[in-house]
């Protein structure tokens, strides 16, 4: 018997007569139209959706820091609430801000406290913090000698935070000093 016929036995009629006639009866039906691999793709595609959202989010955040700023706040506190002309105050300023936790980013941070320098003069310290730093607390403490007394009530102004070289807005309220005024038929 020779190889062909002895095949032929094996299978039984299994071997088409034509070489492709055993794919004609057959229509085939692409792998993408399987419900798996719709499922897979639609999956994939939500997926890819979602990091491209959050890609944008975190390049927002991280681009401009007023859109990454969740909370910004300060407290400012004095060791007295009255003074007279030639009194030292003690001023502690403390400013909180934080970013968002995750990524949290390192930002070039300016924290300006001002005063109104027609009745008070610095002594000691500095009224401005500069630091690299992404988020916290930051007090620093300096001390002001009343030099003036013409207005009796005084509301010492917010600091400003600067992240970036963008100004960030605070809440907070700001500590109020009395000043004594001294007239003239006392003297």
């Known amino acids: 018997m020779d190889s ?11 071997l088409p ?25 639609l999956v994939a595609m939500v997926a890819l959706s979602f990091l491209a959202y959050r890609g944008i989010q975190i390049y927002i955040n991280y681009s401009n820091p007023q859109a990454d700023v969740t ?29 968002h936790v995750f990524p949290e980013f390192q930002r070039q941070v300016n924290i300006i406290d001002s005063f109104p320098q027609n009745n008070f003069e610095l002594v000691s ?11 916290g607390g930051d007090q620093f403490t300096y001390l002001l000698k009343v030099i003036g007394n013409d ?5 010492l102004p917010k600091p400003r ?27």
């Open 17 to 41: 007569k034509e070489p492709f006639a055993a794919y004609a009866n057959k229509p085939l039906k692409p792998r993408w139209k399987k419900p798996a691999w719709i499922a897979l793709t």
């Open 125 to 135: 310290g500095n009224n401005t913090l500069q630091y690299n730093g992404s988020g």
């Open 71 to 99: 909370a910004s706040y300060f407290d400012k506190s004095l060791n007295c609430t009255t003074a007279n002309v030639g009194d030292i105050v003690e001023v502690k300023t403390r400013v909180y801000w934080h970013g």
């Open 151 to 155: 207005i009796p009530s005084i509301e």
């Open 4 to 14: 062909k016929n002895h095949l032929q036995n094996r299978i039984r009629g299994w």
């Open 161 to 187: 935070l600067y992240l970036d070289g963008s100004e960030i807005p605070l809440a907070g309220t700001s500590a109020v000093i009395e000043l004594q005024t001294v007239s003239e038929s006392e003297s």
